[in-house]
């Protein structure tokens, strides 16, 4: 079991005048530390479970491009990334390039999205949840093709796309691992088995019957259940003094006995870095075995 760096929250003591310091302070250590992962929230504005809209948000393809050039180790990725800010051609291009300039560390977490607050606001485009859904998977069929060889003509009900042309192609091959979020288990669910090589679920009481809808999924369309990374996005919360752990632990523990391969998550006061230090120090060690 791997352990992944969530940074949804971008307002720091020192403000917007130290926080490219900070971020970089943030990512070093948790690569130091034995993190896996390194995400970004795709939102324009801070959301409600964080804080008020109000916060410091940033983009996150730009910041993503930023930690590439802090870092050395760590895979990058937006979790997850909103499937209608950005049309398929150029999510595919903007993924290719942190795949390209952090030498093979880029991964495409992409979802269906659903702050319509923050769209409305700023005008970005959000459809109802059908069309929402067929999106995302024209968006997962045009970024799979153009990191293929096929440059063929791409015809889809809400995308046209003349010529699939990706140069230069991404570092890691076939293409950037990609994480679908989400439990639906009717569509994402599906689109999980179909198309990617991750699926992020949450922890909640359900998640063992969410595994047993993806491997239904798998054996439906003939995949290899086992192929499919599991990830959890929860809490990761060492306590100030490492207190906390223990408890973790057994939190991770039942996960891995699930089959979670990777346990993702944010963490209290994490620009103070000690949390991060806490967990490299006494949890990344002991779960690296399980």
Same mark, same amino acid.
């Given at each position: 079991m791997r352990l992944g760096l969530?940074?949804?929250?971008?307002?720091? =003591?020192?403000?917007?005048?130290?926080l490219a310091r900070d971020l970089t302070r943030i990512a070093e250590t948790a690569e130091e530390q034995?993190? =896996?992962r390194l995400s970004v929230m795709d939102h324009v504005w801070q959301i409600g479970v964080v804080g008020p809209p109000e916060l410091d948000m940033l983009e996150a393809y730009t910041a993503l491009g930023y930690l590439a050039a802090r870092t050395s180790e760590i895979e990058l990725l937006a979790w997850v990334t909103a499937v209608v800010y950005r049309e398929p051609g150029l999510l595919a291009k903007a993924v290719t390039t942190l795949d390209v300039l952090s030498e093979g560390r880029a991964m495409l977490g992409i979802g269906a999205a659903w702050n319509e607050e923050e769209s409305l606001g700023l005008g970005l485009p959000f459809p109802s949840t059908k069309e929402r859904f067929e999106r995302l998977e024209e968006a997962l069929q045009i970024c799979l093709q153009m990191w293929s060889d096929d440059e063929s003509p791409y015809q889809g009900k809400h995308y046209t796309l003349a010529r699939t042309l990706n140069s230069p192609q991404s570092l890691r091959r076939p293409h950037p691992p990609i994480l679908i979020g989400g439990a639906g288990e009717k569509k994402t669910?599906?689109?999980?088995?179909?198309? =990617?090589?991750?699926?992020?679920?949450?922890?909640?009481p359900e998640l063992e019957h969410k595994l047993e809808v993806l491997r239904g999924h798998c054996d439906a369309v003939g995949r290899n259940y086992d192929d499919?990374?599991?990830?959890?996005?929860?809490?990761?919360?060492? *306590?100030?003094? *490492?207190?906390?752990?223990? =408890?973790?632990? *057994?939190?991770?523990?039942?996960?891995?006995?699930?089959g979670i391969q990777q346990v993702h998550g944010s963490l209290p006061e994490v620009a103070t870095l000690r949390p991060l230090e806490l967990l490299g120090r006494r949890v990344v060690p002991e779960i690296s075995a399980w």
């Open positions: 969530h940074v949804p929250n971008f307002t720091y =003591a020192g403000g917007p005048q130290t034995g993190f =896996a669910l599906r689109m999980v088995a179909q198309y =990617a090589q991750a699926c992020n679920l949450f922890d909640t499919i990374e599991k990830t959890v996005m929860t809490g990761l919360d060492p *306590g100030p003094d *490492g207190e906390k752990i223990d =408890a973790l632990l *057994g939190k991770l523990r039942r996960f891995a006995d699930l």
